[in-house]
């Protein structure tokens, strides 16, 4: 099986910029004030594998092209995964069409000029590898055969690999033009022990940007391994409020929770407890957190946002006061502030790490919950109201017990964060929100 040549990332860009243009220069033809159009390319790869054997093998390319058009003050969009001359012309067709017939808003239009990016250093994101089946398919068996080595493991959920690259292009009426390309490698591995009402079942996986930073295939075979035996004889426990402490990829989605709560969205809306909360402490004062878009090689690295925005650094939550929200442009422009840079989304969270490890954390505890996993979506960004099924493992003299299951943890997300006591140094640099284990003070912990 031949190997899918590495692109030519100019020549792409090159072309992904003609046809952003010439949806620009249709849409001016067309009546349009203004226009913005996003237009990419994505090349994949990705493996599935199962107990020794190829479950399946997908390649892909992607392409498409959106546009948004401002007649006045009123907004059309319509997209395309046609990049065609024709199919171009007839999204900014349909795109025209809608905003004659949208109402006016204020906040509709083009982000503002002077914040546009100037410069476009290099972020060191794009790693591209030929997109080779063979060993592709060599590196998910060889992560599923390590997990697969331990005795206690009696099956297989499977393991995976994939590869990927994308190049894109926003541009607008302004003259803005940007160029950004990324590459991304990833592996999993998925494991059960046990038997019947017994079984057990656990993962790991690593991501990067570069196949070289990827942890060795058969590491992350035996991590899932470990983890999954650890399950084993998982039990509940009474209802009770004891000290947690959520591992550090459990607790990216409590910052997760945060973030939400202090974007522009829920902000304008009135949908958000965290409504009006710039200038408050949320924190203790010892909690930062920073966003970083400029890490070379990092997971959510960017120079301009969605909008064509530079990004930059800044402190979202400084000595635990939260600093300001996350907004793009139309967002800001209804809560009557200045986009942050933020269109799309943040940009590498950074949660400062105490100087404790997560066994030092635990020992700290005490007595407590170590929580590993969350279920259900029992989180309301309107109240702050949290509860999660979840499941991890009993603390006791600052070491684990034994595995618990069927569990439901429960507070509200105000209190929680107030309740945060240390993050630790076990930092997971795998996702845009990066941080380690978080220790809380207490929660209720609602069992059998």
Not at 88 to 100: K, L, M, T, W, Y
Not at 278 to 293: D, I, K, N
Request: charge should be negative; glycine fraction near 12%; hydrophobic fraction near 35%.
């Amino acid at each position: 099986m031949v190997a899918q040549a590495v692109p030519d990332r100019d020549q792409d860009l090159s072309g992904l910029e003609d046809s952003a243009q010439a949806a620009m220069d249709y849409a001016r033809q067309l009546g349009a004030d203004n226009s913005e159009v996003s237009a990419s390319i994505h090349y994949g790869l990705s493996v599935n594998v199962r107990m020794g054997e190829v479950e399946t093998l997908e390649h892909s390319r992607d392409r498409g092209l959106g546009i948004s058009v401002y007649l006045g003050k009123s907004k059309g969009h319509a997209s395309s995964a046609d990049l065609r001359g024709e199919s171009i012309r007839s999204s900014v067709e349909r795109a025209i069409d809608i905003a004659r017939f949208t109402q006016a808003d204020t906040c509709n239009g083009l982000a503002p000029a002077d914040r546009l990016a100037n410069s476009f250093p290099d972020l060191d994101l794009w790693h591209p590898q030929p997109l080779d089946a063979m060993a592709t398919i060599d590196r998910a068996l060889r992560c599923e055969a390590a997990g697969l080595e331990s005795a206690e493991i009696t099956n297989s959920d499977g393991g995976s690999a994939s590869s990927g690259f994308g190049l894109s292009v926003y541009a607008n009426s302004n003259g803005f033009s940007g160029r950004k390309c990324g590459s991304r490698y990833g592996q999993s591995c998925v494991l059960v022990v046990g038997e019947g009402a017994s079984m057990q079942r656990d993962y790991w996986y690593d991501s990067q940007r570069s196949i070289s930073d990827l942890e060795d295939a058969q590491q992350t075979g035996r991590e899932a391994a470990r983890r999954t035996i650890m399950r084993l004889g998982a039990r509940k426990i009474p209802t009770c409020e004891v000290p947690v402490l959520f591992a550090p990829e459990v607790a990216r989605g409590l910052v997760g929770h945060l973030m939400a709560a202090i974007s522009g969205g829920p902000q304008y809306r009135n949908a958000s407890f965290l409504k009006d909360a710039a200038g408050e402490q949320l924190f203790p004062s010892w909690v930062t957190m920073s966003e970083r878009p400029g890490i070379p090689r990092g997971p959510g690295s960017a120079v301009f946002d969605a909008e064509g925005v530079a990004t930059a650094d800044r402190d979202i939550i400084c000595d635990g006061v939260l600093d300001g929200y996350v907004l793009g442009s139309y967002s800001a422009c209804r809560l009557g502030l200045q986009t942050t840079g933020n269109a799309g989304g943040i940009h590498n969270l950074m949660v400062e790490p105490g100087e404790y490890s997560a066994t030092q954390l635990m020992q700290q505890m005490g007595t407590g919950l170590l929580v590993t996993e969350v279920m259900g979506q029992g989180v309301s960004i309107v109240t702050g109201d949290y509860s999660r099924g979840a499941s991890g493992f009993w603390i006791e003299n600052g070491e684990i017990q034994y595995p618990v299951e069927e569990v439901t943890i429960a507070g509200n997300l105000k209190e929680m964060f107030r309740r945060f006591e240390q993050v630790g140094t076990d930092v997971d640099n795998r996702s845009n929100t990066q941080t380690g284990s978080i220790l809380l003070e207490s929660m209720i912990v609602a069992g059998s």
